[in-house]
């Protein structure tokens, strides 16, 4: 069954919640009386669909259906999602709330996305005060998981629904146990945010030179490790217990102005835009969104292969993705056993692309070793076996570049078994985008035993599911290009 997510403000946080939930597979319906929504959210969208997939190495769901409304009762009637992006005005909020509950299904999830007002002030004279909840986002939205869900003693049966739909998108919702103005995070960045007034209207430092402090050095550490973990390590061996006493006293020094806020005057803001300028205003805010969006997928794809802070995240959902997709773990999964076994499927990251726009040589290797890898465990050389002293070792690799592959492709790897018997395993990967051909793989694999090293004949549990595959894949044409150099002397 279509799930329907409907979006209320479709500015910079409102396109970007429809991009998470419409690239998740939801159809996606969009309110907001401003007359350039539809082009700037379908800007957002294009950064969207060009980096989020990349995140993933399962196919994502196909996209669902985006549509724009001139009237709210259009736009959620029907939703079981409703979030709410309009700007932080507590009397504008209230008015939403009455019209949306004038007309939505008394069952559906209303957040919002507030990064300041409590659940309780929410709720205030709504109509059902326990559909309302706090799912406050960070930009953006459609590739940062962290959500801070805050409830109310009305809606607290309801929480943990709505962090079950969160993370089927793929996010990480932080329940936050009480509420409290600005919630968790935002409290942060409002500290250091006055720091900074202070520190650009006392010409200490320039914005530019303030953001090279954080990004050069601890905002990398916070990015995995948090705060007060990145701490822990400072104390060394003894731990946090030995980074407070030796740190704690400066608490008690005038090192920050924290509870001393500059007024902000228009002198101020005006030096503050102007040196913004200067740091930033070479490039367009979709520049700056590419070039941002670029290096988190780079940052979290490495997260992810240490499977650490948010790369865990992502981690997970690729095995929710698995579970939902088209990629079989085991023989018996395949429905028909005499084609071509897909064995990838997934979208070409930013990070695999060289100076020419293209896919890089290396990352076609990582491809069709990735089907390769797919292919053992179909045929049983499972993480398991390997781990029991066999395996295959990769003899000879050939491969042919038909095509151009470019970020963001939709790439699938169809894989034919051109022999498997005995101790070799003789594969030949086609590269498809659509029904373009990309690419060609042929492996010549070599079964060894981990213990001596030297080639084997695979166990009964390998070698009979692989013989079985290859008797019928025997009907299958023989692949143009195959034999082109594996085997040749």
């Given at each position: 069954m279509t799930q329907i997510a409907t979006i209320i403000g479709g500015g910079v946080i409102g396109g970007g919640w429809a991009a998470r939930f419409l690239l998740a597979g939801w159809d996606v319906?969009?309110?907001?009386?401003?007359?350039?929504?539809?082009?700037?959210?379908?800007?957002?969208?294009?950064?969207?669909?060009a980096a989020l997939p990349g995140l993933y190495d399962m196919?994502?769901?196909?996209?669902?259906?985006?549509?724009?409304?001139?009237r709210l009762?259009?736009?959620?009637?029907?939703?079981?999602?409703?979030?709410?992006?309009?700007?932080?005005?507590?009397?504008?909020?209230?008015r939403v709330y009455r019209d949306i509950q004038a007309v939505c299904d008394p069952a559906a999830v209303i957040g919002s996305s507030t990064s300041g007002f409590k659940p309780s002030q929410l709720q205030e004279g709504a109509t059902r005060a326990e559909q309302i909840v706090v799912c406050h986002p960070f930009n953006p939205v459609y590739l940062l998981p962290l959500i801070e869900v805050v409830g109310t003693p009305a809606n607290a049966q309801m929480v943990d629904g709505v962090a079950d739909t969160l993370r089927g998108?793929?996010?990480?919702?932080?329940?936050?146990?009480?509420?409290?103005?600005?919630?968790?995070?935002?409290?942060?960045?409002?500290a250091v945010w006055r720091e900074a007034l202070w520190l650009v209207k006392d010409d200490i430092a320039t914005t530019e030179e303030i953001d090279e402090a954080i990004r050069m050095g601890f905002g990398l550490r916070w990015a995995q490790m948090g705060l007060f973990e990145t701490f822990r390590i400072a104390g060394g061996e003894a731990g946090m217990r030995h980074f407070i006493d030796q740190f704690g006293p400066c608490l008690s020094w005038p090192w920050t102005r924290l509870m001393d806020v500059p007024e902000m005057t228009d002198a101020l803001?005006?030096?503050?835009?102007?040196?913004?300028?200067?740091?930033?205003?070479?490039?367009?805010?979709?520049?700056?969104?590419?070039?941002?969006?670029?290096?988190?997928?780079?940052?979290?794809?490495?997260?992810?292969?240490?499977?650490?802070?948010a790369g865990a995240v992502?981690?997970?959902?690729?095995?929710?993705?698995?579970?939902?997709?088209?990629?079989?773990?085991?023989?018996?999964?395949?429905?028909?056993?005499?084609?071509?076994?897909?064995?990838?499927?997934?979208?070409?990251?930013?990070?695999?692309?060289?100076?020419?726009?293209?896919?890089?040589?290396?990352?076609?290797?990582?491809?069709?070793?990735?089907?390769?890898?797919?292919?053992?465990?179909?045929?049983?050389?499972?993480?398991?076996?390997?781990a029991n002293g066999g395996s295959y070792f990769t003899a000879e690799?050939?491969?042919?570049?038909?095509?151009?592959?470019?970020?963001?492709?939709?790439?699938?790897?169809?894989?034919?078994?051109?022999s498997g018997a005995g101790k070799t395993m003789h594969l030949f990967h086609t590269m498809y985008e659509g029904d373009r051909a990309l690419a060609t793989g042929e492996h010549m694999l070599i079964h060894v035993s981990l213990e001596t090293r030297r080639a084997s004949v695979p166990a009964p549990q390998v070698?009979?599911?692989?013989?079985?595959?290859?008797k019928a894949h025997d009907s299958l044409p023989r692949p143009e290009g195959a034999g082109a150099a594996i085997g040749k002397r």
């Open positions: 319906r969009v309110f907001d009386p401003d007359p350039e929504a539809q082009r700037k959210i379908g800007e957002v969208l294009d950064n969207a669909r196919p994502m769901p196909a996209e669902g259906a985006l549509s724009f409304h001139d009762e259009d736009a959620v009637q029907g939703a079981s999602w409703i979030q709410e992006s309009v700007p932080e005005r507590l009397d504008l909020k209230h998108i793929g996010m990480f919702p932080l329940l936050v146990r009480k509420e409290i103005d600005a919630h968790i995070a935002d409290r942060f960045l409002e803001a005006q030096k503050i835009a102007d040196q913004s300028d200067a740091q930033s205003g070479q490039h367009s805010i979709r520049e700056l969104e590419r070039h941002r969006d670029a290096n988190l997928v780079g940052m979290l794809r490495t997260l992810k292969a240490r499977d650490w802070g992502l981690k997970g959902h690729d095995k929710t993705l698995q579970a939902a997709g088209r990629i079989a773990d085991t023989l018996s999964d395949i429905a028909d056993p005499a084609r071509p076994v897909l064995t990838v499927d997934r979208a070409v990251p930013l990070d695999w692309t060289d100076y020419n726009g293209h896919m890089n040589e290396a990352r076609y290797l990582q491809a069709f070793g990735d089907a390769t890898d797919r292919l053992m465990q179909i045929v049983g050389c499972t993480p398991e076996y390997i690799t050939h491969i042919r570049h038909l095509d151009e592959v470019r970020a963001g492709a939709r790439i699938r790897i169809e894989t034919q078994v051109l070698a009979e599911p692989l013989a079985r595959l290859a």
